[in-house]
């Protein structure tokens, strides 16, 4: 019971998470958790949130652990929202204490939905929206723009920067806008079970196309997942060993990310550029005279895809947006997760119940870009197309065992825990580059398309393993669910260490007070 737990946790239902359009899970904890940071470093669809619960630690990374069912996951950003029956933040460090050195950080404890007992029941949802920036930023118009450049030039006593008016008028930001970007989600879901069997099965796609970066700003998710519980052994005929249940969970993932990081810090990116660039400038260039000078100055210059040339804007690294959107942010990153996770659960004895379970997950993640020869202004260019294909594999097992036993008498109510772990970790890269593409299309950017000379190519890779051995156990105790107590510790070793330094202990000891059960305040005020 929350009440009788002395550690600060916070608790996001599935009712909390329905009638909300979110593709990550990470989105769920935002508003939900006292607390908890949920920062969205940018709105590009796909793109997942930071979360801090601690704030900002001193080791390699801020964020939390996230344990999913009872396995430690690194990344949750391929979970379906829609899958997920509760999320528990432990924010403080009893709580956490159980996990060892990875808690750091805080703990997210994820619970995916599982069957319950009925007939079958066929669930589909569908939901469709459009998104709009929520303001415009207020920039000056092409007419106060020229004034206001005339009249600094006057007073730095030069002749006007702008002599001649112009009458284009540009809004980039509406240029470069996605007007009524969509979003949808599709989920199909199957459910159901007996007395001793429970089901759920999930089908999930999600599409969303992004406000700015139309067609280079797209993501796109699929989603199964199987949830079996099985009970194989149950009779009351005995009161030792008369309780066995299975559980095993299956799942996979699959994204699709167009377009590169479109960062709202990008210092010479879309954004910027977007919001830096003069309104006196035009989209296109239409002008036969300029074009002739294009031809021989920048003759690689960019040709948008209704034919017409994209106008070249000397600003150094500001450069027309949707001409770079075309040539620079090109890339597509399809990363694929396949989780497992098996679990038996027997009852030894009255109060006394063990618990094992394994759980893995492979991660396969495919990253390409291809870039064309192009000229954007004097020094934004590139003079010879290239193709980069990437490939990631990862792989992640866990095993851990757990003892436990309670017992109550009279009102007293006492707790222990023992348990072990054990986990693995291995991921390798291959990744290359090539120049002089015989076809510059996504579809076709592989190596083998290349054509530059051999000592041009680059191949690069690496691998690296990290194993953690682990005992822990609890105590705790309460009586009347008034006066609190836990005690837990945590022996953790990690191969990423020397021999000397690979073993640490970490204990936690907390005490509890509800106030609100002692006498003098049952008369207190409802609020």
Do not use: C
């Not at 089901?199 to 199987?226: C, M, P, T, W």
């Not at 098996?342 to 997950?361: H, Q, R, S």
């Amino acid at each position: 019971k929350k009440s009788s737990v002395t550690g600060a946790i916070s608790q996001v239902k599935k009712e909390d998470m329905e009638n909300r359009t979110i593709t990550n899970a990470k989105s769920a904890l935002q508003g939900k958790t006292a607390g908890v940071q949920i920062v969205s470093s940018s709105a590009r669809p796909g793109a997942s949130p930071t979360v801090r619960i601690r704030g900002f630690s001193s080791n390699g990374s801020s964020d939390p652990l996230y344990v999913v069912d009872g396995v430690r996951l690194g990344d949750i950003s391929g979970i379906d929202p829609n899958d997920i029956a509760s999320m528990e933040v432990l924010k403080d460090a009893a709580s956490a204490a159980i996990y060892g050195a990875e808690a750091g950080n805080g703990v997210v404890l994820i619970t995916t939905k599982k069957g319950t007992k009925g007939k079958a029941t066929l669930n589909y949802e569908f939901t469709y929206g459009i998104q709009n920036p929520s303001k415009k930023v207020d920039l000056l118009g092409s007419a106060d723009y020229q004034m206001l450049m005339n009249e600094m030039a006057a007073n730095a006593g030069k002749d006007p920067y702008l002599p001649t008016v112009s009458s284009v008028n540009t809004d980039w930001q509406k240029e470069l806008q996605n007007k009524n970007a969509p979003i949808m989600n599709h989920k199909v879901s199957l459910s159901g079970g007996t007395d001793n069997s429970t089901y759920y099965a999930s089908f999930g796609y999600v599409k969303q196309e992004g406000i700015y970066a139309k067609g280079h700003a797209d993501y796109e998710r699929y989603n199964v997942r199987l949830n079996y519980n099985n009970v194989l052994l149950d009779t009351k005929s005995r009161n030792w060993l008369n309780k066995i249940s299975f559980g095993a969970i299956a799942s996979y993932s699959k994204s699709i990310q167009t377009g590169n990081t479109i960062g709202n810090s990008e210092a010479a990116g879309l954004i910027t550029s977007m919001n830096m660039l003069p309104p006196t400038e035009p989209v296109y260039q239409t002008d036969p005279a300029i074009l002739e000078q294009y031809a021989v100055t920048y003759p690689n210059h960019v040709i948008a895809p209704n034919g017409l040339a994209y106008n070249i804007i000397e600003m150094r690294e500001i450069t027309n947006p949707l001409a770079a959107m075309q040539v620079s942010h090109n890339q597509r990153t399809m990363p694929q997760n396949f989780g497992a996770n098996f679990n038996l659960d027997v009852d030894l004895l009255p109060g006394l119940k063990f618990k094992t379970t394994y759980g893995a997950e492979w991660v396969f993640n495919s990253i390409k870009n291809v870039t064309p020869v192009y000229e954007l202004n004097a020094t934004s260019k590139n003079a010879t197309s290239k193709v980069e294909d990437k490939k990631r594999e990862s792989s992640y097992w866990q095993w851990e065992n757990v003892l436990s036993y309670t017992k109550s008498f009279g009102r007293h109510n006492i707790g222990a825990l023992f348990g072990t772990s054990m986990s693995s970790y291995h991921y390798s890269n291959l990744e290359a580059e090539d120049y002089n593409l015989l076809v510059v299309d996504i579809d076709k950017g592989y190596i083998d398309t290349a054509t530059a000379p051999e000592e041009q190519s680059k191949v690069w890779g690496g691998a690296e393993d990290h194993r953690i051995a682990s005992v822990f156990g609890r105590i705790n105790y309460n009586y009347d669910e008034k006066y609190l107590f836990e005690a837990v510790v945590r022996r953790d070793g990690s191969s990423n260490f020397s021999r000397e330094h690979q073993y640490a202990t970490f204990p936690s000891v907390s005490l509890g007070w509800v106030l609100t059960r002692e006498k003098f305040m049952e008369n207190r005020p409802s609020w």
